[in-house]
């Protein structure tokens, strides 16, 4: 069968295309100039193959035995195999052949979310007992940021985001495809392999007021350098100075030091400090969930009428992109977070899996060191988490 | 799969492979043409709203500008997808409330008169909410009006297999689209014919012209999905894989669906036996059963079905649609006395 072409107008030749588009526009009607075998579509492009995932392609069509892929941000074991915790496939024999699979409501599992942000912001901190907390069940950590993104954007159309220096790839797609200007602040500092505090702190300055900061939690992505507590407080001081609103991206959450309510602490320092701020959460290293897409965004808000307000607000994002996010991850997360034992089973875990890390980070160092190298390799063991820059 | 204790990494951004496979083949038959030569991309997305917001900001990056036409009425989320998606759209007349069935003249004059290379939303089985399709007359003559003002399809697949009860009979509109070669967009859904509502899977499927264009949709595809969500949720697409791939698993598919589709059957015999017999002013009520899927549309006004609500706790929504699948037979009888009130005593 003849194949007829539609849509002559976006034609490989971009003038073609040009001169079609403008008469489409001022006609209404397409003037297939072009015409060949053809599609609508072969204008289309390859996509760049996304920096970061792309590895993990190459890697598994690589046969050798001695392929190492240290490309994603995904734990494994020492056999370099994926792990899935005991708490979670506790979890999943508790969860398996439960009755409903009815839809979440467009906000998730409102307990999961109650959970979530207990977690990020410590369980006994004022703005949940005040319920000034926004959130919503998320498609992990993109997913959260992504809907924060178009809510700034909504809600806040003049405000500018301001992005680490350097940050996790995707963190730029997001903010552009949901049309948010976007700038970087100084962050890495290459001759020290370490925090360019000055820099970043000028940069802070020198942004218009109001200005969105995201902020990594812990564990920076990809540096693995994180400010210290004091460092926190003192930009939590700048922050008040300039109005800046604080977006925080918690990825890793335990998985940095091993101990949850340690690796929330710069979060817990801004909320002292009385900021209203957001947090974007993923379950996916933390509890090992990453295909389950289990994450939250939260707003802390001035009060609660508001705080319920935006909360709808995020719904109505989320809704026109996926209706309501997938309940499987939710339910995990649910049951290991509220049965004592899990949950403590949970913590044991991620503390392995940091201290796994830690290990790694430490015989790395020494395996350098000892092979001679008179480069300095401190600052494999002064960063933390999964990425070593 | 609780035995099996598969791991739970990340997805590719496509989603899972023995998902797209097999959802491109439920869709097409799996000696389709169109998949033996590779021209179609599919990626899987977030049920159907999520796929068809994938495929709206496609539609968006590389027809800037184009309308997408829906039905008059169609399902509400779905200007709400185009809207957030920058993408415009228009409505074609598709509802006939004289008949209360299509009006196909009205439909194809709506398709004719909006510029050539327009965008075409059609649901592919059992519309939502009137539950009319067109007959497979009317489908041919729709393909002509589209190709003949070179439109593209795009179909919103939400029931295969619900409606009629086959799977293949009910994607026997996109086939026939696809075996005149034209270039067509399917977002599809498990929500309900597998019952996975939750766990959000579907897909969106570019049908083309060559693989090789498949390839780059599908690249570009990816990536519009890796900033919305980083890659799809697996839990769905595994079970969805396991069913489709394992025949008496599937058998029993095919059986449960059905089932589910002969109770809605049942139930709007039922509902319409109950009407016929309350009703003693002839109306016709066979709207009733020439309708298809879960819903029905009533004709019942705005503030008819708000007396549904208000003087007989029946719920359902404004515009007149009624929910077969939430309807049991024991409840026809009472469903069919607040109809008949709402309809003659209310303005």
């Known amino acids: 069968m003849a194949y007829r072409s539609r849509l002559a107008y976006l034609l490989s030749s971009p003038a073609c295309r040009l001169s079609a588009v403008k008469s489409a526009a001022v006609t209404g009607n397409v003037v297939p100039s072009c015409r060949r075998e053809f599609s609508w579509w072969s204008s289309v492009q390859p996509a760049p193959r996304d920096p970061i995932l792309g590895v993990t392609t190459a890697y598994l069509a690589n046969t050798r035995p001695s392929k190492i892929n240290v490309g994603v941000g995904a734990y494994r074991n020492d056999e370099g195999k994926p792990v899935v915790l005991e708490c979670v496939r506790e979890a999943e024999k508790r969860i398996g052949g439960r009755e409903l699979m009815e839809y979440l409501p467009m906000g998730g599992s409102a307990r999961f979310c109650e959970l979530a942000v207990g977690l990020a912001y410590g369980e006994d901190t004022q703005v949940l007992k005040d319920k000034r907390v926004a959130s919503i069940q998320a498609l992990s950590g993109t997913g959260a940021v992504r809907l924060f993104a178009e809510f700034m954007k909504r809600f806040q159309p003049e405000a500018e985001a301001y992005l680490p220096l350097p940050t996790w790839s995707n963190h730029h797609n997001v903010f552009r495809d949901a049309n948010v200007n976007q700038h970087t602040y100084r962050y890495y500092l290459a001759s020290t392999r370490g925090l360019d505090f000055e820099g970043l702190k000028e940069d802070l300055k020198s942004a218009p007021n109001r200005s969105v900061i995201l902020l990594h939690a812990c564990a920076h992505n990809p540096t693995g350098v994180d400010p210290t507590p004091e460092q926190w407080k003192e930009l939590s001081k700048l922050f008040k100075e300039k109005e800046h609103f604080p977006l925080f991206d918690m990825a890793y959450q335990g998985f940095a030091s091993g101990d949850t309510q340690r690796d929330n602490q710069a979060i817990r320092i801004f909320l002292e400090d009385g900021h209203q701020l957001a947090c974007a959460q993923s379950f996916a290293k933390s509890m090992g969930l990453y295909g389950q897409r289990i994450g939250c965004i939260s707003i802390v808000c001035a009060e609660a009428t508001e705080a319920a307000t935006v909360k709808s607000q995020l719904e109505y994002i989320a809704r026109p992109m996926y209706s309501s996010p997938p309940v499987h991850g939710s339910l995990l997360v649910t049951s290991i977070l509220t049965d004592s034992d899990l949950k403590q089973l949970w913590f044991k875990e991620v503390k392995e899996m940091a201290d796994r890390i830690i290990g790694m980070r430490v015989a790395l160092r020494k395996n350098l060191e000892e092979l001679g190298s008179k480069h300095s390799w401190e600052h494999i063991t002064q960063q933390i988490g999964m990425f070593c820059y | ?347």
């Open chain 2, 1 to 347: 799969m609780l035995e099996k204790g598969e791991n739970k990494e990340y997805l590719p951004i496509e989603g899972l492979a023995a998902f797209n496979k097999a959802t491109a083949e439920l869709l097409l038959g799996a000696d389709n043409p169109v998949i033996k030569e590779g021209r179609i991309a599919t990626v899987q997305g977030l049920s159907g709203t999520g796929s068809l917001r994938l495929a709206a900001a496609f539609i968006q990056r590389y027809l800037p500008g184009v309308k997408v036409l829906i039905s008059s009425p169609t399902w509400g989320n779905h200007k709400n997808i185009l809207n957030d998606a920058g993408v415009p759209w228009s409505e074609y007349r598709y509802f006939d409330p004289k008949t209360v069935g299509l009006d196909f003249d009205g439909m194809l004059a709506d398709m004719k008169d909006a510029p050539n290379g327009s965008i075409i939303l059609l649901h592919g089985c059992a519309h939502n909410p009137t539950g009319i399709d067109p007959t497979t007359e009317q489908w041919d003559i729709i393909a002509d009006v589209i190709q003949e003002k070179e439109h593209i399809a795009f179909f919103d697949v939400a029931y295969q297999g619900f409606a009629s009860g086959s799977l293949d009979e009910d994607a026997n509109s996109v086939r026939r689209f696809a075996a005149r070669g034209m270039e067509l967009f399917v977002a599809q859904s498990y929500s309900k014919n597998l019952g996975l509502y939750a766990e959000r899977i579907g897909a969106t499927n570019v049908i083309t012209t060559s693989p090789e264009l498949a390839l780059r949709i599908k690249s570009q595809l990816k990536r519009l999905a890796r900033p919305m969500y980083s890659n799809p949720p697996v839990h769905g697409a595994r079970i969805v894989a396991n069913v489709v791939g394992d025949p008496a698993l599937f058998d029993e598919w095919r059986a449960e669906m059905q089932l589910m589709a002969g109770r809605i059957k049942q139930v709007r015999q039922k509902l319409y036996d109950e009407l016929v017999a309350k009703d003693k002013s002839g109306k016709d009520w066979s709207f009733i059963l020439k309708q298809i899927g879960m819903f029905s549309f009533t004709g019942l006004s705005q503030s008819q079905s708000e007396n549904m609500t208000n003087k007989w706790h029946v719920y359902m929504t404004k515009d007149g649609r009624i929910s077969l699948a939430g309807l049991s037979s024991a409840k026809c009888g009472y469903l069919a006395d607040a109809i008949i009130d709402s309809y003659y005593n209310v303005q």
